[in-house]
């Protein structure tokens, strides 16, 4: 009994180690690649020279999105990482 439990929680730490991982690789992509999407989105905008040029609505606009966009893929990151926790120790 008490190597069973032994098992699930080394297992549960190493989903959490492994997801946790692979959470914050995800983040860090994302965090490279939606500023450039999102710059693709809006092609009639130039965010860079808007945002150099002091234009705040289009600096807190893209903010927003991009970050709204980091935000749900570390949601979702950090969903799978529970799920595998959940799933080992049970």
């Known amino acids: 009994m008490m190597h069973e439990v032994t098992a699930n929680i080394g297992l549960a730490m190493l989903f959490a180690l492994f997801g946790g991982t692979i959470g914050i690789v995800l983040v860090l992509v ?17 965010e860079e020279k808007e945002i150099i040029r002091g234009n705040v609505a289009v600096a807190q606009y893209f903010g927003r999105v991009v970050s709204a966009g980091i935000l749900g893929v570390s949601v979702v990151a950090a969903a799978a990482v529970l799920g595998g926790i959940i799933a080992a120790l049970h």
Do not use: Q, W
């Open 30 to 46: 994302s965090s490279y690649f939606l500023p450039g999407i999102v710059n693709r989105l809006t092609p009639n905008v130039d």
